[in-house]
């Protein structure tokens, strides 16, 4: 079966401090892989998504980058984070080329920039 | 674009009643999906119903089912004999078909009364 893990769970950081959020998907291979950001009590926003290694699509200009290193591993990055980067960030996966395939996603990461 | 809209916050039912959530989108999509997610407190995203825009016949999963109305592009989700286990934030979500986006709505939060 597959499963997907997220990490680190939640996680402080100083602004101006650098970002790395790291999700792994394993029992499936060339997924399509996700990053959402839900800011307190709202919708899920999505940042970037992947179809392939090194295919990375950006949804919102901002502070935040991707890379997919390898087949089932995407990262969340950032130089330098601002305080409007904190929230709850879900990293998913989806089968390539299933239209109705849903998401399926991880634990989430609570990031709280201080 | 694609919009999707929940126009109740929050709704609150008895346990072992009925409960009924709103979704509305906006497309010009004749193939597409839809689906609604519960995110309980744990705030793990967990698909609870999917439904193809081809399908007249509205899907059912349990005590959860929905109605389509696909001219009024409308996707509501029942919720039958509440339990306090369904207290939880949930999400209508729509992707286009051949396309690898899901488009959250804003969210509803069900609170069960015991």
């Known amino acids: 079966s597959q499963t997907i893990h997220q990490w680190p769970a939640t996680l402080v950081q100083p602004v101006g401090s650098p970002l790395s959020l790291e999700c792994t998907v394993e029992g499936t291979s060339n997924p399509n892989l996700y990053w959402y950001r839900q800011a307190a009590g709202r919708g899920l926003q999505l940042l970037f998504y992947s179809v392939g290694i090194g295919q990375i699509s950006s949804e919102v200009p901002q502070n935040l980058s991707a890379s997919r290193p390898q087949d089932r591993q995407f990262i969340l990055s950032s130089k330098k984070l601002l305080l409007s980067d904190s929230g709850f960030y879900l990293c998913?996966?989806?089968?390539?080329?299933?239209?109705?395939?849903?998401?399926?996603f991880g634990n989430g990461t609570r990031l709280t920039v201080t | 674009a694609q919009t999707v809209t929940q126009s109740q916050p929050e709704m609150s039912v008895q346990e072992a009643e009925t409960v009924t959530l709103s979704c509305t989108y906006d497309t010009s999509e004749s193939d597409y999906y839809l689906f609604w997610y519960k995110q309980p407190p744990s705030r793990q995203m967990i698909l609870v119903i999917r439904q193809e825009a081809y399908k007249q016949q509205n899907a059912t999963e349990n005590r959860f089912s929905v109605n389509f109305q696909k001219a009024a592009k409308s996707f509501s989700l029942k919720i039958s004999d509440s339990q306090l286990g369904d207290a939880a934030m949930y999400f209508c979500?729509?992707?286009?078909?051949?396309?690898?986006?899901?488009?959250f709505g804003a969210g509803t939060t069900v609170t069960v009364r015991a």
């Open positions: 998913a996966w989806s089968i390539t080329g299933t239209d109705n395939s849903p998401l399926h």
């Open positions: 979500a729509y992707r286009r078909g051949n396309d690898y986006k899901l488009s």
